[in-house]
């Protein structure tokens, strides 16, 4: 219900409370109606009312909003019945500007705006873009959408809008400028402390009209804080007079001019104080990239039109698309998308000329982006088997999906040499839906030897990848420059889909990090009736992921001579032949789990951080007997040849910190006693004389050395005048009495 008084167009209590409901509501009414609106080809604005104190105006029109036209005009009930005119399409020209903004297919952000200033008009204005009244605006308007030049829905606003009161002198935004404050105080009227009203016996107040100071002008506030000028003091030279000034006055009267008083304060030259900014629950204004000159590490990589080099990054647990690269800071995430139709944007759907962007190379100059695309089939790293992308009989097919972004960064000192985008893309088909993974990493090379490399300076960091590598034999001519040793990753087992050794991967050995992993193998009969070539390929599974034969003992070591290497140690088989298997469905001996033990230290600190080195790394195996499983009734897996079973080969990693020797091991004595131990105790008996060594810095050595002494003067002094002195001077003068 609606009712009119006056002039405003007001709304009751009801209609307040159920808008008020509305807007709790909001997320889910609005997720509702754009369903149906949709569904039934119309248009609604929401909320269909507003009441607005303020000088924008923000609303949403719900559905088919093409061919949607926005007309906004002024409306006044009718006299006779009170109600508002129909909606019209018809132009009109108001104070307001309206603007739109696509939320979807479905849904428009209406936003209205007043081209009016709400300051309010003084006396002798000549500026008309002002309010004459403290109530700026007062009016109800309809805003109409029109298709065709009929109206489908109508927005009724109520604008109250009151003008702003503003100091007369508005300081700038930045800075607030303090006059020159020699000879003046730093308040021309301190008196004045109301705004723009006249204050009582203040005949500074310039808000005081000629009739008012009439009737309090002979009780002004007297002195400067009055805003007057201040007596002249009687210590000023130019007071004297014949009748009260002594003898004695000329020789010690001031001589200051009269605008130097003490009520002033101090004399001061103003300065320029910037303003601070106040809180606000407003959004806040993104400014711009600022771009520069050279790039360190951290920094963003910009391109050459301002803007930030992005690549989809994982940020609080979510990955975040428009996700800024910097600049030595690697990056390797993993994303996963529900898919239920073929996306046309990015990430998943990328385009070539998007991705060949000219990058800032820190020197003044640019480089391009170098494209190569990768198309794969097997589509196993990106989406599980067990989903229904992998069906070639899906409904829905999406080709050119871009399953993975992978930047390889050249930098040398602070630029950045070249960079190379491997896109790869896919075509995924589906059923329903499908949760796909994508891939992105940036990786930052210095000529032919990755940032990853290096793990730690100079010793490990706990989870950086342990470094290999063996004896280059090009190294051992001094006359080339070829390094000695070549480094290489030492890895262990990483399953991946249905766990199947055929389809595992690997993954980097990290330092401090215990793991055991494993996969899957497919034995059958006709391979345990063979056990030697059974052991053979079982020993080459699990040698091939430490082919090294020295491992790097500090994080950066250096490949040009062995001192930072030590070798590894490898179990020897004490056995010289293969034994028998025991039957024709079983072998034994089979080296199914290998196990790494990696010894390190701590042999130092540097800014804090405790620097580990690896001190022996020994490689074994454990041994088990395979027999295929016939019992349960099921004979034909025993008797088929071809029929397999699955059997477990792991390896596992072990890291063993080893305690530095501090010495031979305490006494008893050394344990228990702890009246000296200044670590231990308080007091600390041992460092009673340590001001007194050279060792003690915090005052020059002299100064300590004669405050020392002074001490010890007064120690003899007392120690003299003590009891016992006192007592042998008595014994002393009743024996001489």
Not at 496 to 519: E, H, I, Y
Not at 574 to 590: E, G, L
Not at 731 to 737: E, G, P, S, Y
């Amino acid at each position: 219900m609606s009712i009119y008084c006056g002039e405003v167009l007001c709304m009751d209590t009801l209609a307040n409370m159920l808008y008020s409901v509305a807007f709790i509501l909001r997320p889910t009414y609005l997720f509702i109606f754009i369903s149906l609106v949709h569904t039934q080809n119309i248009v609604d604005f929401q909320p269909s009312f507003i009441t607005t104190t303020g000088p924008t105006v923000s609303a949403y029109l719900l559905g088919n909003s093409s061919g949607v036209s926005l007309n906004l005009k002024t409306v006044f009930p009718v006299n006779t019945t009170g109600s508002l005119p129909s909606p019209s399409c018809a132009p009109e020209v108001t104070q307001w500007a309206i603007t739109k903004e696509s939320l979807g297919k479905a849904a428009i952000k209406v936003q209205l705006k007043l081209n009016q200033s709400l300051r309010l008009c003084v006396d002798n204005d000549t500026n008309t873009d002002c309010c004459s009244k403290p109530l700026c605006v007062l009016e109800t308007l309809q805003l109409s959408a029109c298709v065709d030049g009929v109206p489908q829905a109508s927005l009724l606003i109520q604008a109250r809008i009151h003008a702003l009161l503003l100091p007369a002198n508005v300081g700038s935004d930045n800075a607030s400028l303090i006059p020159n404050q020699v000879y003046q105080p730093l308040g021309s009227c301190p008196c004045d402390l109301t705004f723009r009203a006249c204050d009582v016996r203040c005949c500074c107040d310039k808000d005081c009209s000629k009739e008012l100071l009439r009737l309090f002008l002979p009780y002004c506030l007297p002195g400067p804080f009055g805003g007057a000028v201040p007596p002249v003091p009687e210590y000023q030279c130019s007071e004297k007079s014949s009748q009260n000034s002594p003898d004695w006055f000329p020789f010690l009267c001031v001589h200051s001019p009269i605008e130097n008083n003490p009520h002033l304060g101090l004399f001061y030259h103003g300065n320029v104080i910037p303003s601070k900014p106040t809180l606000s629950f407003q959004r806040p204004q993104l400014s711009a990239p600022m771009p520069f000159i050279d790039y360190i590490q951290g920094n963003p990589i910009f391109t050459l039109s301002d803007q930030y080099l992005t690549i989809p990054q994982r940020i609080f647990g979510r990955c975040v698309n428009g996700a800024p690269l910097a600049f030595l800071e690697n990056v390797n995430v993993n994303c996963v998308t529900w898919l239920s139709t073929c996306s046309n944007g990015s990430p998943l759907h990328t385009v070539e000329e998007d991705l060949r962007a000219n990058v800032k190379n820190g020197k003044g100059g640019s480089v391009m982006v170098d494209v190569i695309d990768q198309l794969v089939t097997d589509l196993s790293p990106f989406i599980s088997e067990s989903d229904d992308a992998v069906l070639s009989d899906g409904r829905l097919v999406c080709e050119n999906v871009t399953l993975a972004l992978d930047y390889k960064f050249y930098w040398m000192e602070n630029s950045i040499t070249s960079i190379i985008l491997t896109r790869t893309v896919g075509t995924v088909s589906f059923r329903g839906n499908v949760t796909l993974t994508t891939k992105y990493s940036a990786v930052f090379l210095n000529g032919v030897v990755t940032s990853e490399s290096i793990s730690g300076n100079p010793g490990y960091q706990v989870g950086r990848p342990v470094i290999g590598g063996f004896i280059n034999t090009l190294g051992n001519n001094t006359n080339n420059n070829t390094d000695l040793i070549q480094k290489m990753t030492i890895s262990i087992w990483k399953t991946v889909n249905d766990g199947l050794c055929s389809t595992a991967d690997q993954k980097p050995l990290l330092f401090g990090m215990n793991s055991t992993s494993g996969c899957l193998l497919q034995i059958s009969k006709q391979n345990l009736s063979r056990c030697d070539p059974l052991r053979d390929a079982v020993s080459s599974l699990q040698e091939a992921f430490i082919t090294a034969t020295h491992v790097a003992k500090i994080g950066n070591p250096d490949v040009t001579t062995l001192r930072d290497w030590l070798n590894v140690t490898f179990e020897v088989d004490t056995k010289n032949s293969s034994p028998a298997s025991m039957t024709s469905n079983s072998c034994s001996h089979i080296p199914s789990h290998q196990h790494i033990h990696i010894r390190s230290r701590i042999t130092g600190m540097v800014e804090g951080e405790p620097q580990r080195q690896i001190w022996a790394v020994h490689v074994s195996y454990s041994r088990s007997i395979w027999t295929l499983e016939c019992g349960g009734g099921d004979l034909f897996s025993c008797e088929d040849e071809e029929e397999t079973q699955l059997f477990p080969i792991t390896s596992s990693v072990t890291f063993t910190e080893v305690p530095v020797n501090t010495g031979p091991p305490k006494t008893r004595f050394q344990i228990n006693f702890t009246e000296y131990d200044c670590e231990r105790n308080d007091v600390c008996w041992p460092e009673l004389a340590f001001p007194l060594t050279p060792a003690y810095t915090g005052e020059p050595y002299s100064q300590a050395l004669a405050k020392g002494m002074i001490l010890v003067f007064f120690f003899i002094t007392a120690s003299i005048l003590g009891t016992p002195w006192k007592q042998i001077r008595e014994a002393w003068n009743t024996a001489a009495l």
